[in-house]
DNA sequence: TGCTATTGCTCTTGAGTCCT
DNA sequence: AGGACTCAAGAGCAATAGCA
């Protein structure tokens, strides 16, 4: 059983999903406005593009998300946690830049669900000490755990080891943790580890320590993922939100050579227990 | 061959840039 | 100031590769 995240989705709402999606597809016709026949309506091509238009207008919206992360690290600064932080905005590859406490810097990179090959742009902005990615999935049908391993193996091993981007970590943690949608089991007949922030009610967030050095065959095999001490930002977010040692991933990154291929392996460690590896696997890029 | 794991594609939107 | 244009991002899933 992998368990590269403790929560998962939601199996009736699935379910729901699916059936809704036939019936869109076969009863969308008595919807038309415009009095056609119901063939004249599924040639006219007006429900695929609007299937479209629809999911390109979920895709591309922003606002809940940043409104979502603006609570949070204001939150944290009220809190004496962060000093401050900026949305970093246009030409810039990642999307906040916050000042922790000792002065450094961490920029934050804001992602979605980690299932897609988006997940792999991004880029460590030079004025920063840290860099770490945050996923924000607005999709409550999504599968946490599917999104979480594809976003860390196949996308971010890949993309670390290939391009020599070096990622300090993880956070999968949005407004839909800890709702019914994503029922969140660190807070089971737990309610004291809940925080409300603005209109949230938020458990601890999930957070991922990935290596301080970037895996290499020859010369860095086996890093090691760093602690919680030395990646400021998630520390900080780990003490204003209530996390608890225990709750921590490490993910390990490890990268061989196999003939000419280079392969990586990719472990996900918490509480002491493997909850997830993968086999070696190369890395293909076109 | 058939299944699963991994990677790339597609489409729309919206923010930023560059003009007038 | 405001319009036209450019381009990156999000999400699901199609395509491909690997393995039994």
């Known amino acids: 059983m992998n368990d590269e995240i403790p929560c998962q989705k939601d199996p009736q709402l699935t379910e729901r999903i699916e059936q809704f999606s036939e019936v869109l597809k076969t009863q969308a016709h008595r919807l038309d406005p415009f009095g056609m026949t119901e063939q004249d309506f599924y040639d006219s091509g007006i429900f695929e593009g ?3 238009r629809v999911r390109g207008q979920i895709s591309a919206s922003m606002g809940e998300k940043k409104t979502f992360v ?37 920029a934050i990179e804001l992602k979605g669900c980690l299932d897609g090959n988006n997940t792999n742009i991004s880029a460590r902005p030079p004025h920063a000490n ?32 290939a391009e ?6 993880l956070v999968v943690w949005d407004w839909l943790c800890g709702t019914a949608a994503r029922v969140c089991p660190k807070i089971a007949g737990r309610e004291d580890r809940i925080t409300e922030v603005g209109p949230y009610r938020l458990p601890p967030p999930c957070i991922y320590l990935f290596p301080g050095t970037i895996p290499s065959p020859r010369n860095n095999p086996t890093p090691r993922p760093q602690n919680i001490n030395d990646v400021g930002i998630l520390d900080a977010m780990h ?11 490490k993910v390990h990154f490890e990268a061989a050579m196999n003939g000419v291929d280079l392969v ?7 509480d002491g227990i493997v909850r997830r590896e993968s086999k070696p696997t190369p890395i293909r890029r076109s």
């Open 239 to 249: 003490r204003c939100f209530g996390g608890d040692e225990n709750e921590l991933n």
């Open 50 to 52: 609007s299937i479209q």
């Open 130 to 161: 840290e860099f770490i990615v945050w996923s924000v999935c607005q999709n409550k049908g999504a599968d946490p755990r599917h999104n979480v391993w594809s976003g860390i193996h196949t996308r971010f091993s890949a993309d670390i080891i």
């Open 70 to 106: 603006k609570h949070i690290l204001n939150h944290m600064q009220d809190g004496g946690f962060i000093q401050e932080w900026i949305e970093a905005g246009g030409s810039n590859r990642h999307d906040y830049s916050v000042t922790l406490n000792d002065g450094k810097i961490a």
């Open 164 to 169: 020599e981007k070096r990622v300090d970590g």
């Open 264 to 270: 990586r392996t990719t472990k996900i460690v918490r």
